[in-house]
């Protein structure tokens, strides 16, 4: 578990608009979020300082926002006065079920270092969405984390996995974080074979290619059956 301090440093520094998520993730999510119907509800897990906020809004979506770190929410509410954030853990989220259009987990599945820990929390997302519902996530690709790691160390491996020590520079300071490598492949079959999610291809939402092709980050789709 973090300590107190951590936690105060990491709501302090971190900013998700890093150049490559801002020309990347972000405009992906935009474009996934705009042909979304009907728009309803998104609720935005682990969503730190809640900046997907005002995208979200504009694109005419109700938002909640809910993350584990105290001191990110107060900022949250500071930078969005009104804003509707919570604390609460993955996998216990603090909303009704089926009431949910959108679960957004913005590189989040990183922070999970057992299969228990990512089944439960797309299953906690699968209770409160709606049928038919989307699951969006986004995670780190393979050139992030491919070196950086051995195979043999990754969260899919028996025991308890081993994290990479990732260093993330953010405009207002520097960062470590323990970053777990989920390979693609299997949180796909998370979704479909213990969630019952379908996992849909970003070419149907008319993605180009410098998106689609990326391996810097990863992008899956998922909707509720």
């Known amino acids: 578990m973090a300590s107190d301090e951590y936690l105060r440093r990491y709501a302090e520094v971190y900013t998700m608009y ?12 935009k474009i996934v979020l705009a042909k979304q119907n009907p728009k309803g509800l998104l609720v935005d897990l682990g969503c730190g300082p809640a900046e997907m906020y005002p995208i979200v809004k504009q694109l005419g979506y109700s938002y909640l926002g809910v993350d584990t ?8 509410r500071r930078e969005n006065p009104g804003i509707d954030v919570r604390h609460g853990q993955a996998q216990e989220l603090p909303v009704k079920g ?3 259009n959108v679960v957004l987990m913005n590189m989040l599945v990183h922070s999970f270092d057992s299969l228990w820990a990512l089944n439960g929390t797309i299953e906690e997302a699968r209770r ?38 990732y260093t993330a520079e953010f405009p207002k300071g520097v960062l470590e ?42 992008m899956i789709v998922g909707i509720k059956n």
């Open 18 to 29: 890093t150049p490559r998520k801002a020309g990347i993730v972000v405009e992906w999510l």
């Open 69 to 76: 770190n105290p001191y990110i929410l107060d900022r949250a």
């Open 98 to 100: 089926q009431s949910a």
């Open 128 to 165: 409160v969405l709606k049928k038919d519902g989307l699951l969006l996530l986004t995670m780190l690709g393979e050139n992030k984390t491919e070196n950086k790691i051995d195979p043999a160390f990754n969260a899919m491996s028996p025991g308890k996995p081993k994290p990479i020590v």
């Open 177 to 218: 974080m323990d970053v777990y490598h989920w390979p693609k492949a299997s949180v796909v079959g998370i979704m479909e074979f213990f969630c019952n999610f379908t996992v849909i291809s970003p070419q149907l939402y008319g993605l180009d290619d410098s998106v689609q092709n990326n391996k810097t980050y990863e």
